[in-house]
């Protein structure tokens, strides 16, 4: 399957009406979409406030309103392009068709490199989940997530029926604990003074190889 990105609304559907394009009115509406981000990233979604993201802009907070008619709206922008964006690179990893291995290893590494440009998504769903979790109008999270969780499974289950991998692997399980190594926030990797593919490579490493030797060849002593 392709992308569903159409735009900067919700996923699988058209942006929002008032996205603007290029020139002045479309840069100073992507300014203040990086601006609120880099506010929800430090202070919290829910502690932000309208005027200090106008603010922040350099703007009046009225005039906030002739590019979105709420904070909501903002955050919408910003998590629906966030979702957009790591939902085409499964379904990319998807259609390729490769073994199960193959395609766990293109979801490790492109995804890595997509969330390592929406840092403030990242920090957003990991501070306010239990907001955005209740609202409706954030509901394809939480749809969204659900595909991430199933495509993760699928393959460990086809790697499971082929041999590729152990038998008594918990496909769920698995995924749960690589997830928070994938989606953890990427500060940590600059502080680490690791690069993304770094990162990505030492955790393929670690699904695929693990951390003990492999015996010798040879007879068991």
């Given at each position: 399957?392709?992308?569903?990105?159409?735009g900067?609304?919700?996923p699988g559907?058209?942006?929002s009406?008032g996205?603007g394009?290029?020139?002045?009115?479309?840069?100073r509406?992507a300014?203040?979409?990086?601006?609120?981000?880099e506010?929800?990233?430090?202070?919290?979604?829910?502690?932000?406030?309208v005027?200090?993201?106008?603010?922040a802009?350099?703007?009046l907070?009225?005039?906030l309103y002739h590019?979105f008619?709420?904070?909501e709206?903002?955050?919408?922008?910003?998590?629906?392009?966030?979702i957009?964006?790591?939902?085409?690179d499964?379904?990319a990893?998807v259609?390729s068709a490769g073994?199960p291995?193959d395609?766990l290893?293109?979801?490790?590494r492109?995804?890595?490199?997509t969330l390592?440009r929406h840092?403030?998504a990242?920090a957003m769903?990991?501070?306010?989940?239990s907001?955005?979790?209740?609202?409706?109008?954030?509901?394809?999270?939480?749809?969204?997530?659900?595909?991430?969780?199933?495509?993760?499974?699928a393959?460990?289950e086809?790697?499971?029926?082929?041999?590729?991998f152990?038998?008594?692997l918990d496909a769920r399980?698995?995924?749960?604990?690589?997830?928070?190594?994938l989606w953890?926030?990427a500060?940590?990797?600059?502080a680490g003074?690791?690069?993304?593919?770094?990162?990505a490579g030492?955790?393929?490493?670690?699904?695929f190889?693990g951390?003990?030797?492999?015996?010798p060849?040879?007879p068991?002593?």
């Amino acid at each position: 399957m392709g992308s569903t990105r159409q735009g900067s609304g919700r996923p699988g559907r058209p942006g929002s009406a008032g996205a603007g394009g290029g020139g002045p009115a479309g840069q100073r509406r992507a300014d203040v979409v990086q601006l609120a981000g880099e506010l929800f990233a430090q202070k919290g979604f829910r502690a932000t406030t309208v005027r200090e993201i106008a603010d922040a802009a350099g703007i009046l907070s009225g005039s906030l309103y002739h590019h979105f008619d709420s904070k909501e709206s903002i955050g919408d922008e910003i998590l629906s392009g966030f979702i957009n964006d790591v939902l085409a690179d499964y379904r990319a990893a998807v259609s390729s068709a490769g073994s199960p291995r193959d395609v766990l290893e293109q979801i490790v590494r492109s995804t890595s490199r997509t969330l390592s440009r929406h840092r403030a998504a990242l920090a957003m769903l990991q501070n306010d989940w239990s907001y955005f979790s209740t609202q409706p109008r954030f509901g394809y999270l939480r749809a969204a997530l659900g595909e991430i969780e199933r495509t993760w499974v699928a393959q460990l289950e086809r790697g499971k029926e082929s041999g590729l991998f152990r038998a008594d692997l918990d496909a769920r399980l698995t995924y749960r604990l690589l997830r928070d190594v994938l989606w953890i926030p990427a500060q940590w990797r600059v502080a680490g003074g690791y690069t993304t593919d770094q990162v990505a490579g030492g955790l393929l490493r670690l699904l695929f190889e693990g951390i003990t030797n492999p015996r010798p060849a040879g007879p068991p002593p």
